[in-house]
């Protein structure tokens, strides 16, 4: 394989780099190399937003797409063929403040101002994005891209006043032409492979080659989790095969009886479409990591980490979901239920991988719910994730997946609870014996999130929350059960 270095849009120009340490973080580059001191270190997890850089790529029609990232757990050889802006970049010529900065002076959006750069780059994103669309962000759209980046002086209303003051001021658009055209010149270049053992493959074959000749090399998606196996574990990762630039497992398809996400596609991309089918998941994607994260990290790949905590997993086994699996030309599917083999271990042979996840259509007659408990709202990591479908036929149901996650060494269905209820009409008895049942099936442990007490009870007063939603004529509406129906937390005063 021939080598050469990495190669991407920064500043006006293509520049290349040798990454020498395949691991090395673009945050470490931009301060230490690039001495671009205004994208900051917080967290170094992907979990402040003080990092936050913008990307560009061009998607398959050609056109520039925006997505902020978090710099801190980016590994460099991702960058080649992108566009890379820092808050560096987005003052207009001559020093003039871009709206997004302006507004956050005149609104007073910034106190000690370590976390103001992530802000910006995020507003700046947004700002880009509607510019382009001709559309203007709802305050919650604007705290929904906001959710990735944490403040802790000034207070998050000034900086949304900000955001919506932003669109108020003359536009100062992206100038697109060049940075497209730089793009594409890096498209004609041949995939990266480095001396230090990055590979960037560009077809599936290339990679399913690959991955079967390199059993060892570990396979590099969003890098959202192996980021922190980096910074905060100071592994060494030997080689690494990124499939970001294989075109073909970054795309969501929609067959009669099932949709199918490759294994490329972003945790944004594949919840939505999810979402399309199945609209109760709207409150999981929204709440599930930050903005800059789901553009990042991919759907299969949470789901391949085998984390018990991970918030894909519960729902797609509750959705009877299926792995393809691939080792060179060989392809097996096998039911999501039966990957997990035990802590962080699955039943992938060596040099196999996740090609896609396909997952069935939505039943007219079917009807889901799946609930995220955490201590905080946003972007923050499940106590436990309950992901519950039945059918009815009549009161009586017919059939049953409940799945639960945080509540053992993996992601697995509550068996014990489903055979209560199956054949069995959906009353409160057939719900108190359901929810006995789910002590047979878990012992959750306790940690710093919850204590097994607690994840046992509420994973039985979520089955009871799901009752009440969905028990025959008697059903509660959402707005009946959410606090936040009752008034816009954003906007509502004492």
């Not at 959006?109 to 994103?125: A, E």
């Not at 729902?315 to 599917?333: M, N």
């Not at 992601?411 to 929810?435: F, I, M, N, Y």
């Amino acid at each position: 394989m021939q080598t050469r270095p990495v190669r991407f849009f920064h500043r006006g120009a293509v520049v290349s780099v040798d990454a020498t340490v395949p691991t090395r973080t673009v945050l470490e580059w931009l301060r230490e190399d690039q001495r671009c001191t205004g994208t900051k270190e917080g967290c170094n997890e992907g979990d402040c937003g003080a990092c936050t850089v913008v990307l560009g790529e061009l998607d398959a029609a050609g056109e520039l797409q925006l997505k902020p990232v978090n710099a801190c757990i980016q590994f460099l050889p991702t960058l080649d063929g992108k566009a890379l802006f820092t808050v560096e970049d987005v003052a207009a010529t001559g020093g003039a403040l871009h709206p997004v900065q302006q507004c956050l002076v005149d609104c007073h959006g910034s106190q000690c101002g370590f976390c103001t750069p992530g802000f910006v780059m995020s507003l700046w994103s947004s700002y880009q994005q509607h510019q382009a669309a001709g559309t203007v962000p709802s305050r919650q759209q604007l705290a929904d891209d906001l959710s990735g980046n944490l403040c802790r002086c000034t207070g998050y209303r000034p900086i949304l006043d900000a955001g919506e003051q932003m669109f108020k001021l003359p536009a100062v658009p992206l100038q697109r032409a060049p940075v497209t055209a730089a793009l594409r010149q890096l498209a004609a270049e041949p995939p990266l492979h480095t001396a230090s053992g990055f590979h960037a493959p560009r077809t599936l074959e290339e990679f399913a080659a690959l991955r079967e000749a390199l059993p060892q090399a570990r396979v590099l998606a969003g890098g959202t989790d192996m980021g922190l196996w980096v910074t905060k574990q100071f592994r060494d990762l030997g080689e690494l095969i990124s499939i970001t630039a294989v075109t073909e497992l970054q795309q969501v398809q929609r067959s009669d009886t099932q949709l199918h996400i490759g294994a490329g596609v972003s945790l944004e991309a594949g919840w939505l479409a999810l979402v399309a089918e199945w609209p109760s998941l709207r409150d999981v994607w929204l709440r599930f990591a930050s903005v800059p994260i789901r553009r990042a990290g991919t759907l299969v790949g949470n789901l391949a980490n085998g984390s018990p905590i991970g918030d894909c997993a519960p729902a797609l086994i509750a959705l009877g979901a299926s792995l393809v699996l691939r080792r060179g030309t060989q392809i097996r599917r096998l039911l999501l239920q039966d990957f997990y083999l035990g802590y962080m271990k699955n039943a992938l042979q060596a040099g196999e991988f996740v090609q896609a996840v396909e997952v069935p259509h939505a039943q007219a007659d079917a009807q889901l719910q799946v609930y995220k408990i955490s201590k905080r709202f946003d972007s923050d990591i499940s106590a436990l994730c309950a992901a519950l479908w039945l059918t009815l036929n009549g009161d009586r149901v017919s059939a049953v997946r409940f799945a639960y996650g945080g509540m053992a060494a993996t992601v697995c269905r509550a068996t014990h609870a489903e055979a209560a209820v199956l054949g069995q009409p959906w009353s409160e008895a057939t719900l108190q014996a359901a929810q006995a049942a789910l002590a047979q099936d878990y012992r959750p442990l306790s940690d710093m999130r919850a204590s097994s007490a607690y994840r046992l009870q509420v994973a039985q007063n979520l089955l009871r929350r799901f009752w009440l939603q969905t028990r025959p004529g008697l059903a509660l509406s959402e707005a009946e059960l959410s606090v936040f129906a009752r008034a816009d937390p954003l906007t509502a005063t004492s």
